[in-house]
């Protein structure tokens, strides 16, 4: 499983939240104390709630359920894009469209016409358009890809949404919610933690620390697929290669290794969620 050490939060500056002028005082219980002004998050708690969601995203990868990854801050956008991309999930960087997962009917719509204009400036066919036509084309383009290219990969509503900064996000948040999507998340002092299940208190604001939890996340969810995909593999094998009848050998990660669990025995009558620098 994905680690972070109480180090690595610390020289992400992940322990600095809000100026203490700026809070919300449902965090309170996260908020070890202030020091000049800021309020100081208790990353001890950080840690032990960091290991509850990266548990939960890794039993997301398990089933092959989608994590939409949503950063659309400029501090969170490059990290959003290049995490989620690492582990071929889809990903809100640039803006959250209203109804994007509340209305993905007509999202999907617009998914398709992304399909469509790609397919008219191809090679083939984009010859035998007016330049004037291929100009628009070029521009819708543009900006269905910057809008929705990172969740054309994304057939159904995702099984979680992590998120980045729930205040500025709050739209995303009240759609996940309204449709009973979990939701992983940093959240800082300024941030309602009860929005969401999976609560991780942190600076949201620092790249560095935005960089240091997300990069876990898709770490966790990595690590969930590729028990996923040996579970599929075993189950082709099971199917393809002869049944011997015999109970299903169950791989088990404990502590970075790999162990495979003994079968139990078979009943016979058993039927088949700022910038660089730290505030």
């Not at 007016?130 to 969740?151: A, H, M």
């Not at 969810?221 to 393809?240: M, N, P, Q, V």
Request: proline share 4%; charged share 30%.
């Amino acid at each position: 499983m994905a680690t972070v050490t109480m180090r690595d939060m610390l020289e992400a500056g992940s322990h600095f939240g809000h100026q203490t002028g700026r809070w919300n005082p449902k965090m309170r219980r996260y908020i070890f104390g202030a020091k000049n002004g800021v309020h100081i998050i208790n990353l001890q708690l950080t840690a032990r709630l960091l290991k509850d969601a990266l548990d939960f995203v890794s039993r997301l990868g398990q089933r092959g359920d989608q994590v939409l990854f949503v950063g659309t801050k400029r501090q969170a956008q490059e990290v959003i894009e290049q995490e989620a991309a690492r582990c071929r999930q889809p990903y809100v960087a640039f803006r959250w469209l209203g109804g994007m997962l509340t209305n993905y009917r007509t999202i999907k719509i617009s998914l398709e016409r992304m399909s469509e204009v790609e397919k008219s400036l191809s090679p083939g066919t984009v010859e035998r358009l007016p330049k004037k036509e291929v100009i628009r084309l070029e521009r819708e383009l543009s900006k269905l890809k910057r809008n929705l290219g990172g969740i054309r990969e994304m057939p159904k509503l995702p099984g979680a949404v992590f998120i980045i900064d729930t205040v500025k996000e709050h739209i995303a948040v009240k759609e996940a919610t309204s449709l009973g999507i979990p939701i992983v998340a940093l959240v800082d002092t300024n941030s309602d933690p009860d929005e969401t299940a999976y609560p991780i208190p942190s600076n949201d604001d620092a790249i560095r620390s935005i960089r240091l939890f997300t990069a876990a996340i898709a770490d966790a969810y990595i690590e969930g697929a590729a028990l996923h995909k040996d579970r599929r593999s075993g189950d082709d094998l099971g199917t393809h290669g002869g049944s011997s009848g015999a109970a299903p050998v169950d791989v088990v990660r404990k502590g970075g290794a790999t162990e495979v669990a003994e079968p139990a025995e078979a009943d016979e009558d058993t039927d088949t969620d700022t910038d660089g620098d730290d505030e």
